[in-house]
């Protein structure tokens, strides 16, 4: 049975999404000779994009924190950025999107992204700022379905938590479509949960109920 993300890891998963990497104020630096076979790599857009993403937030802070219309715009842009949707809601879909029609899946993975930033973006908010990243590797997945960006989360007096990345080229860059936080995949979480309703209902109604707020994108637990 696919284990259930904690809440904290599904908040930690979505920032890292949206960030594509883990929050971090302070990066660990590659070494020179790994930052020079990561140049224009997945890995390298990982950390760019975090580091750019971190610096307007903590700009903008006190505006985020006042006005939060704002954060919910900048998430939203970031997140459509970064993250391939589509393709992520045919994997969370699973089996009930075999032979669905792409017009189905883009308004499911549109609810799906939606609820989800409306419940768990302002969170960006709330992270220890002093959190530090490292790149670890990046490998190729099976099949040619793109890469694996493997880093960790540092924080000081605990143990690094492993976030992993899975990225493809989509409409002519890398972006993430899962994300797996101490191993446990975003996509995994989602497909287990929306199973019994996808069982019962079209593609199209569950996509409404996440939409007007009968059912959310939540992981369980504690």
């Not at 993300?5 to 971090?24: E, G, M, Q």
């Not at 660990?28 to 610096?55: E, H, I």
């Amino acid at each position: 049975m696919t284990r259930i993300l904690p809440r904290k890891a599904l908040v930690l998963a979505l920032s890292a999404t949206l960030l594509a990497a883990a929050p971090a104020l302070s990066f660990a630096q590659a070494q020179p000779a790994a930052a020079a076979a990561t140049q224009g790599s997945p890995s390298q857009l990982v950390l760019d994009n975090t580091q750019r993403v971190l610096k307007t937030i903590e700009a903008r802070r006190a505006e985020f924190t006042r006005d939060r219309a704002a954060l919910q715009r900048f998430v939203t842009t970031e997140f459509n950025t970064m993250f391939d949707r589509d393709y992520a809601a045919r994997q969370v879909l699973g089996r009930h999107g075999r032979g669905a029609s792409d017009a189905d899946v883009k308004v499911f993975g549109d609810a799906l992204a939606d609820n989800l930033m409306r419940r768990y973006g302002s969170s960006l908010l709330d992270f220890n700022t002093q959190l530090r990243v490292r790149i670890k590797s990046e490998t190729p997945l099976p099949r040619g379905l793109g890469v694996k960006v493997s880093s960790e989360m540092l924080r000081s007096g605990g143990e690094p938590i492993p976030v992993d990345y899975l990225m493809r080229q989509a409409g002519g860059g890398w972006k993430v479509f899962d994300v797996m936080v101490e191993g446990v995949s975003f996509v995994q979480t989602f497909r287990q949960q929306f199973d019994a309703e996808l069982q019962r209902k079209s593609i199209a109604q569950v996509a409404a109920e996440l939409r007007n707020g009968q059912l959310s994108a939540n992981a369980g637990g504690n």
